[in-house]
């Protein structure tokens, strides 16, 4: 479990195709692994890897074939920077709201203009995840936890202060930007929990097409 509270920015310091899935190797820059083990989990751009090596200052990960497909890892290069943010404890603040650290889709950047000392960026998410994007609600970009300050169809808008554009990867952004995003986790059991019953069936059934006008 995650915050959305970068702790540092990392970069890629290699990537490569280990048994036909893949190897990452992350410079963790000013993160500390001091108190880091073998199967701890650090969130790499908001998706939850589990560390398998690591030394001083980098750790490597292995990562599916499938996390490189749904989300924007598969568009790392070497040098590539990365927000860093390692597994939460039980006893930490928590400052900024429930991640898990599943990407549940890629988003684009669509538009970003300064906003006073704070920068307006505009995504688009996929048509999947819309619903699950309020406004005044929470969101996770790259593993960064941000308030979404108004939706238009597949469109949110979120501000980003100057800080956060400093401590984060946000400020190398560029339009077309490929994201990971993470919805609120809250707003995904809400939907199944209002389905009741209808959560457990799947496909076409009798009961299915009596509901919707079938005879």
């Known amino acids: 479990m995650f915050t959305g509270i970068i702790e540092a920015t990392g970069s890629v310091a290699n990537l490569s195709r280990i048994s036909d899935e893949w190897r990452l190797v992350i410079s963790t820059g000013g993160l500390s692994l001091d108190d880091v083990k073998l199967g ?118 979120v501000n980003v202060i100057p800080h956060t554009q400093v401590e984060t990867i946000i400020g190398d952004y560029v339009i077309g930007q490929k994201v990971n995003l993470e919805v609120d986790l809250i707003a995904r059991y809400l939907e199944r929990l209002m389905q009741g019953n209808k959560a457990a069936k799947s496909g076409i059934d009798a009961d299915f097409l009596a509901e919707h006008g079938y005879k």
């Open 40 to 157: 701890d989990s650090i969130a790499v751009n908001g998706c939850c890897l589990t560390v398998v090596e690591f030394d001083t200052n980098q750790f490597a990960a292995d990562v599916s074939n499938e996390t490189m497909n749904c989300t924007s890892l598969g568009q790392l290069k070497t040098g590539s920077r990365v927000n860093l943010e390692k597994a939460m404890q039980a006893n930490a603040r928590f400052g900024g709201h429930i991640v898990s650290g599943h990407v549940d889709g890629v988003g684009s950047l669509v538009s970003s203009t300064p906003d006073g000392r704070s920068i307006r960026l505009v995504y688009e998410a996929p048509a999947e995840l819309a619903r699950y994007i309020a406004g005044k609600g929470s969101i996770c970009i790259d593993g960064t936890s941000l308030t979404v300050n108004a939706v238009n169809g597949l469109q949110f808008t």
